[in-house]
């Protein structure tokens, strides 16, 4: 990814951050970045292409964040994985959650959306499937599906009911 492009995808994070991502516009994102609008044309032709890049990036950061787990023991690793997932402690956090909802939602009618959101989910499951194997768990394939259904549940309930008690 050129330096261009990565510009690009932190400047798409802020604005997803602000706005949403029904109200996102190629604009806005040039509002919130050093490129401007026709370089965001240039190397993207809309604003869901863009999109799908993003989600793109989002998993190469997503990996490399799995990747840099180094804990001593596989339970610490599982501990690191959980905060990963569910530590969202600022805002500007609970806002990109939003936006990413709100592409999700995207998904049941629009192919490209539901393969990135795949893939996001896929190398989840992976991580903790492979570190609750570490742990000598039984099925760890189910419970690491059981696990992830659940964060995923927890942040949708917060982000719906406004209610992030159980999470802190």
């Not at 516009?25 to 190397?43: F, V």
């Not at 032709?45 to 840099?68: C, G, H, R, V």
């Not at 959980?82 to 530590?87: E, N, T, V």
Request: aromatic letters at 8%.
């Amino acid at each position: 990814m050129s330096d261009s492009e990565e510009e690009i995808m932190n400047s798409t994070y802020i604005a997803l951050c602000k706005h949403g991502y029904a109200d996102l516009t190629i604009e806005k994102i040039a509002d919130e970045s050093e490129k401007g609008k026709s370089n965001i044309y240039y190397h993207f032709d809309d604003k869901k292409a863009l999109i799908l890049d993003f989600l793109d990036f989002m998993k190469d950061n997503l990996e490399e964040e799995f990747e840099s787990l180094n804990s001593s023991s596989p339970e610490e690793n599982f501990d690191e994985l959980l905060d990963m997932m569910l530590g969202v402690e600022d805002e500007e956090m609970w806002d990109f959650h939003r936006a990413l909802m709100e592409i999700q939602g995207r998904a049941q009618y629009d192919e490209d959306f539901e393969q990135k959101f795949r893939e996001l989910d896929e190398i989840v499951l992976e991580k903790f499937t492979e570190t609750l194997r570490e742990m000598n768990v039984e099925r760890p394939e189910d419970q690491a599906e059981l696990i992830v259904s659940t964060v995923q549940g927890a942040l949708t309930r917060k982000l719906t009911l406004e209610n992030s008690e159980g999470l802190k």
